[in-house]
């Protein structure tokens, strides 16, 4: 089991976990007009951005270097930890990962995970089996994506973003996500690497990941894929009772409906009216940072005892079936959360995350 001993945030919010926590219980999302680049030709003019134009890679190292320090690792400690970095595939990609490892002290790159939406999930899940094979002591992971011309071009031409300037995950009348600018790091250790290492934000406790290749970009209806990487993750942490789920939800009718069927066909019966929420309606869908930024959401949860709302919600969809939160008041149920995302092509990774 990997504990998360440093974490660090970049969302909309604001820089830090303080914003983030502000944000996400104020329930109000951190969306605007674009005015980064020119939507004028778009259908959709509304995201999560941060002000001006940020570069990632400079983000991704001030973020490594506070999640190190938060962690208390020395500059030896540093130098023997590997980084596995959750990014969009560029042909820069692997230079600018191999010098951000350098610029930050730490070993070196172990891979770099391109998944889509599901890749910072897969970025945790992949240092947690590193350190649970004992493979490595501890495992600095990082990710992130800011909304750029091209990306949101993309999304735009494809029908995908809402024009409506809200995102209702599994909600009725929900048209789509709103992109976000999202990046964080999170160091994992084992449990005996340091006597006296700082106390957790949380432990990932299960891991699961499944790519059933259905279709490029539509999901199966029976939620299939996702369900099998819930079930693997909930056996890989010895079948605990999950209490909430951060799904993955980016507020379009097919898969918001794939997923709710994947979440009650994965998770057991007695687990049907299990929380959920999708904070994406709130900081923005940060593509490959989605990940990350919602384990840093889900610890928290439980670090301030309270769920994060089911933002932009206007009505219960039959094809969505679950128990959303739409109270800020609810607090944890359970020590075990599940943290879901899912991509094109049908990758899917769940993570059982459990409280510290």
Same mark, same amino acid.
């Given at each position: 089991?990997?504990?998360?001993?440093?974490?660090?945030?970049?969302?909309?919010?604001?820089?830090?976990?303080?914003?983030?926590?502000?944000?996400?219980?104020?329930?109000?999302?951190?969306?605007?007009?674009?005015?980064?680049?020119?939507?004028?030709?778009?259908?959709? &003019?509304? *995201? %999560?951005?941060?002000?001006? /134009?940020?570069? !990632?890679?400079? @983000?991704?190292?001030?973020?490594? =270097?506070? $999640?190190?320090?938060?962690?208390?690792?020395?500059?030896?400690?540093?130098?023997?930890?590997?980084?596995?970095?959750?990014?969009?595939?560029?042909?820069?990609?692997?230079?600018?990962?191999?010098?951000?490892?350098?610029?930050?002290?730490?070993?070196?790159?172990?891979?770099? &995970?391109? *998944? %889509?939406?599901?890749?910072? /999930?897969?970025? !945790?899940?992949? @240092?947690?089996?590193?350190?649970? =094979?004992? $493979?490595?002591?501890?495992?600095?992971?990082?990710?992130?994506?800011?909304?750029?011309?091209?990306?949101?071009?993309?999304?735009?031409?494809?029908?995908?973003?809402?024009?409506?300037?809200?995102?209702?995950?599994?909600?009725?009348?929900?048209?789509?996500?709103?992109?976000?600018?999202? *990046? %964080?790091?999170?160091?994992?250790?084992?449990?005996?690497?340091?006597?006296?290492?700082?106390?957790?934000?949380?432990?990932?406790?299960?891991?699961?990941?499944?790519?059933?290749?259905?279709?490029?970009?539509?999901?199966?209806?029976?939620?299939?894929?996702?369900?099998?990487?819930?079930?693997?993750?909930?056996?890989?942490?010895?079948?605990?009772?999950?209490?909430?789920?951060?799904?993955?939800?980016? *507020?379009?009718?097919?898969?918001?409906?794939?997923?709710?069927?994947?979440?009650?066909?994965?998770?057991?019966?007695?687990?049907?009216?299990?929380?959920?929420?999708?904070?994406?309606?709130?900081?923005?869908?940060?593509?490959?940072?989605?990940?990350?930024?919602?384990?840093?959401?889900?610890?928290?949860?439980?670090?301030?005892?309270?769920?994060?709302?089911?933002?932009?919600?206007?009505?219960?969809?039959?094809?969505?079936?679950?128990?959303?939160?739409?109270?800020?008041?609810?607090?944890?149920?359970?020590?075990?959360?599940?943290?879901?995302?899912?991509?094109?092509?049908?990758?899917?990774?769940?993570?059982?995350?459990?409280?510290?």
């Amino acid at each position: 089991m990997a504990h998360v001993t440093g974490l660090s945030a970049l969302t909309a919010y604001g820089p830090g976990l303080a914003a983030l926590r502000d944000g996400v219980a104020s329930g109000v999302p951190a969306v605007a007009p674009v005015t980064r680049f020119d939507t004028r030709h778009h259908r959709a &003019h509304h *995201a %999560a951005t941060l002000p001006g /134009n940020p570069d !990632l890679f400079e @983000a991704l190292r001030g973020l490594i =270097d506070e $999640a190190c320090d938060q962690a208390g690792l020395t500059v030896q400690e540093r130098a023997g930890t590997p980084l596995v970095l959750a990014l969009h595939a560029g042909r820069d990609t692997a230079a600018k990962a191999v010098a951000l490892a350098a610029a930050c002290g730490l070993r070196g790159v172990v891979a770099v &995970h391109t *998944a %889509a939406c599901a890749a910072s /999930n897969s970025a !945790l899940a992949d @240092a947690a089996e590193l350190i649970a =094979d004992l $493979a490595e002591e501890r495992v600095v992971v990082a990710g992130g994506s800011f909304v750029d011309p091209s990306m949101f071009a993309a999304f735009d031409s494809a029908g995908i973003l809402t024009a409506e300037g809200v995102s209702r995950p599994f909600s009725a009348g929900r048209s789509g996500p709103i992109l976000g600018d999202g *990046a %964080a790091a999170a160091v994992l250790e084992r449990a005996d690497s340091r006597p006296g290492q700082p106390g957790p934000w949380l432990r990932v406790a299960g891991w699961g990941n499944t790519c059933e290749a259905h279709h490029v970009v539509r999901p199966r209806e029976d939620g299939r894929g996702p369900a099998e990487a819930i079930a693997k993750a909930l056996a890989r942490a010895g079948g605990p009772r999950v209490g909430y789920v951060n799904a993955h939800a980016t *507020a379009t009718p097919a898969f918001d409906a794939a997923e709710a069927a994947a979440i009650l066909r994965g998770l057991p019966a007695d687990s049907a009216d299990v929380r959920v929420s999708s904070t994406k309606a709130l900081h923005g869908h940060c593509l490959e940072g989605s990940g990350l930024v919602e384990l840093a959401v889900c610890a928290l949860a439980f670090r301030e005892g309270r769920l994060p709302v089911n933002a932009g919600f206007t009505g219960f969809d039959d094809g969505c079936p679950l128990n959303l939160v739409l109270d800020s008041e609810q607090a944890p149920e359970t020590g075990h959360m599940l943290s879901l995302n899912t991509g094109f092509g049908g990758v899917s990774t769940a993570l059982v995350l459990a409280a510290p």
